[in-house]
């Protein structure tokens, strides 16, 4: 049973430059959420689809947008880069009652 | 959701238990205590999570207090994989964004 899947592994891009990420949920979870988490720092909630609609979304700017797909897969896009966008970005899948999330490995992005 | 309190870091020696404390005076009846761990760049791991009642399954134990103000999570037996950084979550069970705080940094030594 494949856990929460995440791609790219790595990525590296200029400010100014469009970047999306990509999550697989967990078998069986039609819920995903993103996180990014800044070197020494605990994740931040970015937002939560559900049913293809964003259901939650924490105090992010509007350059940060997402997807969610019929097969319940999810993007994750950040607009205009900043160099203060590179971080951990984490997606973690979940069942419909929102009840325990679990993580992928999560995608290393660096902005230069 | 209820805010936790957490030591920032722990030393504990491999093949002992390893206790790790969270504080949450302000939790509601409706609120679960999660936790999670971190090790180094990988995502995080659900370890356990419980109400009221003390949990245990293959990863650990979970002690809440009779008030619910406090909770230790028990690593029986610490291995050196077992050095990452322990996040202690209050959150009600239908509710969406985990609200992550510092942790504890726990360090196993041989």
Known sequence: ???????????????????????????????????????????????????????????????????????????????????????????????????????????RLTVL | DAKTTQPPSMDCAEGRAANLPCNHS??????????????????????IHGLKNNKTNEMASLIITEDRKSSTLILPHATLRDTAVYYCIVRVNSGYALNFGKGTSLLVTP
């Open chain 2, 26 to 47: 302000t939790i509601s009846g409706n609120e679960y205590v999660y936790w999670y761990r971190q090790i180094h760049s990988q995502g995080p791991q659900y370890i």
């Open chain 1, 1 to 107: 049973d494949a856990g929460v899947t995440q791609s790219p592994t790595h990525l590296i891009k200029t400010r100014g430059q469009q970047v999306t990420l990509r999550c697989s949920p967990k078998s069986g979870h039609d819920t995903v959420s993103w996180y990014q988490q800044a070197l020494g720092q605990g994740p931040q909630f970015i937002f939560q689809y559900y049913e293809e609609e964003e259901r939650q979304r924490g105090n992010f700017p509007d350059r940060f947008s997402g997807h969610q797909f019929p097969n319940y897969s999810s993007e994750l896009n950040v607009n205009a880069l900043l160099l203060g966008d590179s971080a951990l970005y984490l997606c973690a899948s979940s069942g419909t009652r929102g009840d325990t999330q679990y993580f992928g490995p999560g995608t």
